[in-house]
């Protein structure tokens, strides 16, 4: 529902063509993003092929409780965050405000809880190096590179997704009009959607290794 009230870049005809203009700008980038990522999700897929035993015992050493919990916290901020565009949408201000709100804190506590599981990985000694836990294979430490750029680099986009989210909330808090933020919403909520479907991927690849042995 383009903003009939929204301001137009000279550059465009109309509210519509800039929506229009913006979405397909939007994707665009998150095609590269899954360019990125999927050369990630390859180099995994390659490397657990060829280590497969020792990424299984790695994969075992990782906390499924954090992990899961990160998880659901990820598809309730999905849910909240498409409550807020559908309101938007709608130009109902309050529930806009609140499907935001909801979503930024629920980042926050997928970066706190994520902060509490490095440091218990830190503390057993998981991370690559000199210093890397013994009980573990040198292969296994192939896995833990890859856990460690992998979750690293999706914690940044969820810190630049929450961050995206804060700005358009207080703007529109201080506008008091949703109307005119609906088309930013809608996007930052569908970058949004993409970081959660990055961490539905990374979690069953990280977590879920041979756990049933």
């Known amino acids: 529902m383009p903003e009939a009230n929204s301001i137009v870049a000279e550059q465009f005809d109309d509210p519509q063509q800039q929506r229009e203009a913006a979405t397909l700008g939007l994707w665009t980038f998150l095609a590269t993003e899954v360019l990125f990522f999927g050369a990630l999700f390859l180099l995994y897929a390659m490397l657990r092929h060829f280590y497969y035993s020792d990424f299984a015992a790695a994969s075992k050493r990782t906390d499924l409780l954090y992990g899961t919990i ?52 830190i503390a057993e000694h998981l991370v690559p190096g000199p210093h890397f836990n013994s009980s573990l294979s040198l292969h296994a430490q192939i896995f833990f590179w ?63 290794v041979n756990r049933h042995s």
Request: glycine residues 4%.
């Open 70 to 121: 990160n998880s659901v916290i990820l598809l309730t901020s999905s849910l909240s965050v498409a409550l807020a565009v559908r309101s938007a949408n709608l130009n109902r201000l309050k529930p806009a405000l609140s499907g935001l709100a909801c979503t930024i804190l629920l980042a926050a506590s997928f970066l706190v809880i994520k902060g509490f599981e490095y440091h218990q990985d």
């Open 146 to 208: 890859l856990y460690w750029a992998m979750t690293g680099l999706h914690a940044i986009h969820v810190i630049i997704g929450m961050s995206v989210l804060s700005v358009i909330l207080v703007l529109t808090l201080r506008r008091r009009k949703v109307a005119e933020k609906s088309t930013a919403i809608e996007l930052a909520g569908l970058y949004w959607h993409f970081v959660d479907v990055v961490w539905l991927f990374l979690y069953p690849l990280l977590y879920l």
